[in-house]
């Protein structure tokens, strides 16, 4: 299975913005599509954005507007561009190839083994 590696969590105060990297070290994910998750403390894991391999791109409408799922095959990397961001977006964020409906498209992924995630916490 393919090693996701997510990084560039952080610390941030409402209305900042952060970036996150998933990398994939030793593979190739530029041949799939790629989403991120989140899991917030007591909820269940979401699938929050998406984006194929050709760049077309869905998100949650919790996030749509906000945050842009991009990616750079020559460095086999998927980026999070969060902006404007919230208290509710406090979670840990994962990567892995998307999986069920988002934004009126149905994803059928096959999982990697779940990275260790990124921390994201917003908060005054």
């Known amino acids: 299975q393919v090693q996701l590696v997510e990084s560039g969590g952080g610390l941030v105060q409402p209305g900042g913005s952060l970036r996150l990297s998933c990398a994939a070290p030793?593979?190739?994910?530029?041949?799939?599509?790629m989403g991120w998750y989140r899991q917030a403390p007591g909820k269940q894991r979401e699938l929050v954005a998406a984006?194929?391999?050709?760049?077309?791109?869905n998100y949650a409408d919790s996030v749509k507007g906000r945050f842009t799922i991009s990616r750079d095959n020559a460095k086999n990397t998927v980026y999070l561009q969060m902006n404007s961001l919230k208290s509710e977006d406090t979670a840990v964020y994962y990567c892995?190839?998307?999986?069920?409906?988002?934004?009126?498209?149905?994803?059928?992924?096959?999982?990697?083994?779940w990275g260790q995630g990124t921390q994201v916490t917003v908060s005054s």
């Open positions: 892995n190839p998307p999986r069920g409906w988002l934004d009126g498209s149905y994803f059928y992924g096959d999982f990697s083994s």
């Open positions: 030793g593979s190739t994910i530029s041949i799939n599509a």
């Open positions: 984006i194929t391999s050709t760049g077309s791109t």
